[in-house]
């Protein structure tokens, strides 16, 4: 049985898929074998899980995967950074709020 050593588990939002990598530990004489997971999400989130599906290699059938197979992740949200831009701010006086219009984005 392998050990799983997961990498990063915390992204940033980027438009694409992302998910951790995971790294199989205690190989015998330095098998070269890969790990494949699934559960990769593109959207802002947590709660996400992240699962390895399969050992691959020559090397692999000398391998099982342990009981634990998941691990959590999320993907936070991106700060937007907004330069350049002319701000307009009206008063609402009924509501008491402020609304602000974005020009030259």
């Given at each position: 049985e392998i050990g799983i050593t997961w990498g990063n588990t915390?992204?940033?939002?980027?438009?694409s898929e992302q998910k951790p990598a995971a790294t199989p530990t205690g190989l015998v004489n330095n098998d070269a074998i890969t790990l494949t997971v699934?559960?990769?999400?593109?959207?802002?989130?947590?709660?996400?899980?992240?699962?390895?599906?399969?050992?691959?290699?020559?090397?692999?059938?000398?391998?099982?995967?342990p009981q634990s197979v998941t691990t959590p992740f999320s993907i936070e949200k991106k700060e937007v950074t907004i330069t350049g831009t002319t701000v307009a701010a009206k008063?609402?006086?009924?509501?008491?709020?402020t609304r602000l219009s974005l020009y030259n984005l």
């Amino acid at each position: 049985e392998i050990g799983i050593t997961w990498g990063n588990t915390q992204f940033t939002y980027s438009g694409s898929e992302q998910k951790p990598a995971a790294t199989p530990t205690g190989l015998v004489n330095n098998d070269a074998i890969t790990l494949t997971v699934s559960g990769e999400q593109t959207n802002a989130g947590s709660g996400y899980t992240a699962k390895v599906d399969a050992i691959e290699g020559t090397k692999a059938g000398n391998y099982a995967l342990p009981q634990s197979v998941t691990t959590p992740f999320s993907i936070e949200k991106k700060e937007v950074t907004i330069t350049g831009t002319t701000v307009a701010a009206k008063k609402d006086k009924d509501r008491k709020t402020t609304r602000l219009s974005l020009y030259n984005l």
